[in-house]
């Protein structure tokens, strides 16, 4: 069974612009989760997406935001990219009766 | 105070040593407790999950919970080389969604040879 598939792995983006994020959840996950991972702040939860309606959103301003299509493949957008950013963005997705099942992540750097 | 507390180390220790690692909590609500290893550059993996106390054993992994302290343990034994790596403990209360893991910080470890 393959795993959680995150797209672009590695991406630069300049202050100011917008990202989007693509993930892919394990086949018959209809959970996803986003988190952010910095040095500073380590993992911090950024939403999560169940059958494509938001269950739970962490503290993050509204430039952040996200979304879950039919299929479960979910996508999260950050517009006006600040320096703090740059981070590891990682997915997780879940059959909601275990736990979540992470994916490789995505390496945003703004500058 | 962050809901849950993980020693950062860095933790190094020789190869076929017991390694212990620790994370203490303060929402009495944490139901579902997790340890995930992290290598350099990549996503966090799941090693070990546990919903009561007690001890679970997988191999040379066994997570201890103790909920009475608040208090959850992963020990390594016979630990290797490739086990060098960021630990990191997770927990959840499941609430309304089981989504959402409060982490703690990570405590890297290297075994040497």
């Known amino acids: 069974k393959a795993g959680v598939t995150q797209t672009p792995r590695y991406l630069i983006k300049t202050r100011g612009q917008q990202v989007t994020l693509s993930c892919s959840p394990i086949s018959g996950h209809r959970s996803v989760s986003w988190y952010q991972q910095t040095p500073g702040q380590g993992l911090q939860f950024l939403f999560e997406?169940?059958?494509?309606?938001?269950?739970n959103k962490g503290n993050f301003p509204g430039r952040f935001s996200g979304r879950q299509f039919s299929n479960s493949r979910s996508e999260m957008n950050v517009s006006t990219l600040e320096l703090g950013d740059s981070a590891l963005y990682l997915c997780a997705s879940g059959d909601g009766e275990d736990t979540i099942y992470f994916g490789e992540g995505s390496w945003l750097t703004v500058v | 105070q962050k809901e849950v507390e993980q020693d950062p180390g860095p933790l190094s220790v020789p190869e076929g040593a017991i390694v212990s690692l620790n994370c203490t909590y303060s929402n009495s609500a944490f139901q579902y407790f997790m340890w995930y290893r992290q290598y350099s550059r990549k996503g966090p993996e799941l090693l070990m999950y546990t919903y009561s106390s007690g001890n679970k054993e997988d191999g040379r992994f066994t997570a201890q919970v103790d909920k009475s302290s608040k208090y959850i343990s992963l020990f390594i034994r016979d630990s290797q080389p490739s086990d060098s790596a960021t630990y990191l403990c997770a927990m959840s209360d499941r609430g309304s969604t089981l989504g959402r893991l409060y982490f703690g910080r990570g405590t890297q470890l290297t075994v040497w040879p």
């Open positions: 997406y169940f059958s494509e309606t938001q269950r």
